[in-house]
């Protein structure tokens, strides 16, 4: 850490991936569990996405998506592309469903697919391991994972941001110091 | 919930407020306790916080600005202004500790602050005060609590971010997907 361009990168390393992912549905219950309707809906307009959908996304993610994927790079390498994902399959998962009932089904989830992860013990080398991807080619294991990881945050975040400018007119002049409302990164 | 807009802001209640304030907490034990150092030490470059600064932060918050303003507002009004808050306080707070400690530090303060909150028995007067904010001059209870709450969700957002940018080399070709990478909205 003796220059400031070391804390803005980490590399892959799967154990820390793993640790993560299983960090995500304590997360997601800490903030959504038991929030009342009209914020689980709460959206950021038009075709933007709330609470319920984003975890409607992740459950897709670990029925069709990350292992899947994984695995057909295990077995197929770059031969067999990968189904393309469907990003808008949560709005058949959530249908009629309670967050309760999506939180615990997500959680059940992963938990079987990171014990499935860890059972295919992958070493460096499955990690350079090459699939293809249906749209933009070749890709290797280390960067499926790495994205399962930061794709993982990625919603956390749009979670937090979609609840918190739900308050964007409640916090007056307040609104120009807070990122979340002003739409400024940094 | 008739049209979208409908979706994109809900009115303060108090008790939504405070149930938001409460979660934070194990949010951020969630997704902080535990981490490896790098981790925790990772930031988005040059001056700009990692998770360690962010939870320092909100110690701070919590010693000295949300509750105590509120209190300000209820004894002063608009006579007193609040103390101006101090920025870069964390980075004292911090020296020397781990994270486990801030994190256990944090949740006593808030867990001491909502019972205060939730003594004070505001009615809808009382989140119709006024007091005078050092910089920006006239806010209400309303906005001062509301604001509150949105702060905890910027640095909830904050902190996934900060993490899943890490990955950012990664990815490889998914970066052009991660919102949390491109750093794009929406």
Same mark, same amino acid.
């Given at each position: 850490m003796t220059d400031a361009t070391d804390r803005? &990168?980490?590399?892959? @390393?799967?154990a820390? !991936?793993?640790?993560?992912? !299983?960090r995500t549905p304590a997360?997601?219950? !800490?903030?959504?569990?038991?929030?009342p309707l009209p914020w689980i809906a709460a959206n950021e307009g038009g075709? #933007?996405?709330? =609470?319920?959908?984003? @975890?409607?996304?992740?459950?897709?993610?670990?029925? #069709?998506?990350?292992?899947?994927r994984a695995k057909?790079?295990?077995?197929?390498?770059?031969? &067999?592309?990968?189904?393309?994902?469907?990003?808008? =399959?949560?709005?058949?998962?959530?249908?009629? /469903?309670?967050?309760?009932?999506?939180?615990?089904?997500? !959680?059940?989830? /992963?938990?079987?697919?990171?014990?499935?992860?860890?059972?295919?013990?992958?070493?460096?080398?499955d990690l350079d391991r090459v699939g293809r991807h249906p =749209?933009?080619?070749p890709v290797t294991m280390r960067q499926l994972l790495a994205t399962w990881t930061a794709h993982d945050l990625d919603h956390v975040m749009q979670i937090a941001r979609v609840l918190g400018r739900q308050y964007s007119d409640e916090v007056g002049p307040w609104r120009a110091y807070l990122r979340i409302i002003s739409g400024t990164q940094g």
């Open positions: 803005t &990168r980490r590399p892959f @390393v799967l820390d !991936a793993i640790d993560f992912l !299983a997360t997601l219950d !800490a903030l959504l569990s038991g929030l075709e #933007t996405w709330g =609470a319920f959908d984003i @975890v409607g996304h992740l459950i897709h993610g670990e029925r #069709t998506d990350w292992l899947p057909i790079i295990l077995e197929h390498g770059e031969a &067999r592309p990968f189904e393309p994902f469907d990003r808008l =399959a949560q709005f058949e998962i959530s249908t009629g /469903r309670t967050m309760e009932s999506l939180l615990d089904e997500f !959680a059940g989830l /992963r938990r079987r697919n990171l014990k499935e992860l860890r059972a295919l013990e992958l070493t460096p080398a =749209a933009f080619g």
